[in-house]
């Protein structure tokens, strides 16, 4: 098992460099760079810069550079621990994304706990109780999330709840809270208004997960080991839960990673949309400035997080079937 974590992680940072190198170049691809976003900005105040000034500020930025010097600085930086710093906000990288942090790390973990914790007995139960009522319900609920974009369930639940509550669903934090420092008062409040956001990004992947939990324990009751096992007399609930169901898990722990890259690319336009303090909107904006420090740094906060989450899935596959964990050990 130790050499399978090891070799996952030097493929890890193999694709990490990868991936480094196409996010540095698809941050460059809009047209300009900061300089031009900086002097339109100024523009639209009424304060117009010379073509001097914008050459000026690329100069001190190193925008002149080539491209495979400015990501060579970059990366070099950025494996140092140095992010580089933000033009946009005046900071450096570092501290703009650890303030969104928490936060992002919060919501991306309880939208997982929602869903499997959702989907996974959802799933046995439409298995077990194959069209019933309660099957083909929650059959209707998970094609209405899967088909209901998620920024498009944001906004009827904002409009829901000022229609129906007078209060808005957006947001983290009561207004008291909202500019208060970290703390455990802070941190209960937080926790009081996440489910919303929460709801919102897990619910087309629970969708999918009931979906794939439903199909896979259904085609594990149709095998002969299922039907050996009831004709020894075994209790049903132990025939269930100790074989069948642990092998259909196979297929939704293995989605993990594929979980979390559904939830990342969905926050930023949910937490436009329900301003959120998270990340999402900070590398929207970070991508609107062409703030290229900082929207680099975000991609590979992102990219992180989702081969962790491959990680991690692979760690559980192998502690949930034997026969992977021998075959890595044989390799």
Sequence with gaps: MIQ????????????????????????????????DAYAGKKSQGGAVMTAEQIEEIRDKLGLNEPLYIQYINWASDFVQGDFGYSWEYHRPVIDVVAERMPVTLTLVFM??????????????YCALRQYSIGDHAISL????GLAIPNFMFALILLY?????????????FSPVMQDAPWSWEKFKDMMAHIWVPVVVLGTAGTAFQIRTM?????????????????ATGMDERKVIMKY??????????????WELTNIISGAPIVGVVMSLPDMGPLF???????DMYLAGALVM?????????TLISDLLLMLLDPRIRMGAMKA
């Design 4 to 35: 399978m974590i090891i070799k996952r992680m030097v493929s890890a940072l193999a694709m990490l460099t990868v991936l480094s190198m196409i996010a540095f170049v698809l941050i460059q691809l809009p047209p300009g760079d900061y300089a």
């Design 111 to 124: 939208t997982l706990v929602f869903t499997y914790f959702i989907a996974v007995p959802m799933g046995i």
């Design 141 to 144: 609920l998970g094609y209405i």
């Design 160 to 172: 829901l709840s000022s229609v129906f509550w007078g209060t808005s669903a957006g947001g983290l």
């Design 214 to 230: 439903r199909a896979t324990l259904l085609d594990e009751l149709n095998k002969m080991y299922v039907t050996a096992a009831r």
């Design 244 to 257: 069948p169901v642990r092998m259909a898990l196979n297929p939704v722990v293995s989605t993990l990673g």
């Design 284 to 290: 929207l904006n970070s991508l609107l400035n062409q």
């Design 301 to 309: 906060v992102y990219c992180i997080l989702v081969i962790l989450g």
